[in-house]
């Protein structure tokens, strides 16, 4: 087990649904990181920006997007997870991909999709939390608007680490930044949101906002609005862990199971 995990999120302006682009633009960021670093994660739909035209741009599982994903991680040997628009089975999905060093693959598929977009017309959503095993630490990933339903993101899986990785607009930018920190808080969990900045082809305009959230919400890392770059933090599990074992919440957390209908 690792006491400490070294992430770095990568805060972009995303070319409109040119995957080929923003891949050269993440594989420039991701070369540029020290070797101590573990984990890397990049922004909702990172090859495309958050498009409802999945026929334009969808990927297979065996497709360039995810051997480029294999390719960096085996290279740099660190982690990487962003999502990206999936074709399987002739069904579209807002799926996260998460690569191992080793190459291994593990996906989730975006449970809540935003409506307000139109999303849930054009994705066929998920009814899967993803538990990652990485380095001794327990990680789940969710994406956008899943930031919205505390329930999906409770923490009855004891996880350590919960991520948020997101095209987020400015005109709801306190909504990402209070729900961030309202996270990490009520599951005692660090927590990294990774948005974009720029703006898409609708008109919306992104500015960040990402940020590194401790368990008791104190920010550890964050990046200028609007601005392209690297994000870095240190966490160290042993803290966690004490501050958990200290004050006990979790303890008396509910456990419940949910219904789909």
């Not at 807002?94 to 975006?110: A, M, Q």
């Amino acid at each position: 087990m690792q006491n400490e995990l070294n992430i770095v999120g990568i805060q972009a302006d995303l070319s409109w649904e040119n995957p080929a682009e923003n891949r050269a633009f993440f594989e420039e960021q991701i070369n540029s990181l020290s070797e101590n670093t573990d984990l890397v994660v990049l922004p909702e739909m990172f090859t495309t920006g958050f498009t409802m035209n999945p026929e334009k741009v969808a990927e297979k599982m065996n497709g360039e997007t995810i051997s480029w994903m294999q390719k960096m991680a085996s290279k740099k040997q660190v982690a990487i997870t962003g999502s990206l628009v999936i074709e399987d089975d002739k069904t579209y999905f807002n799926r996260l991909v998460f690569v191992h060093p080793s190459g291994n693959i593990e996906t989730y598929d975006k449970r809540h999709s935003f409506t307000l977009a139109g999303e849930d017309k054009v994705y066929n959503s998920g009814d899967k939390i993803l538990i990652v095993n990485y380095k001794g630490w327990r990680i789940c990933p969710l994406i956008c608007y899943d930031l919205r339903f505390p329930v999906w993101a409770r923490n009855t899986e004891n996880y350590d680490l919960l991520i948020f990785m997101a095209n987020w607009p400015v005109t709801r930018i306190k909504a990402w930044d209070t729900l961030l920190k309202a996270r990490a808080i009520e599951n005692m969990s660090y927590t990294i949101g990774i948005n974009r900045t720029g703006k898409d082809a609708n008109n919306y305009e992104y500015s960040g906002n990402s940020l590194v959230i401790d368990y008791l919400g104190e920010e550890l890392s964050t990046l200028p609005k609007n601005e392209v770059g690297i994000l870095k933090a240190t966490l160290v599990k042993s803290d966690q862990k004490k501050i958990r074992e200290k004050l006990g919440f979790l303890n008396d957390r509910d456990f419940f199971k949910i219904d789909f209908i």
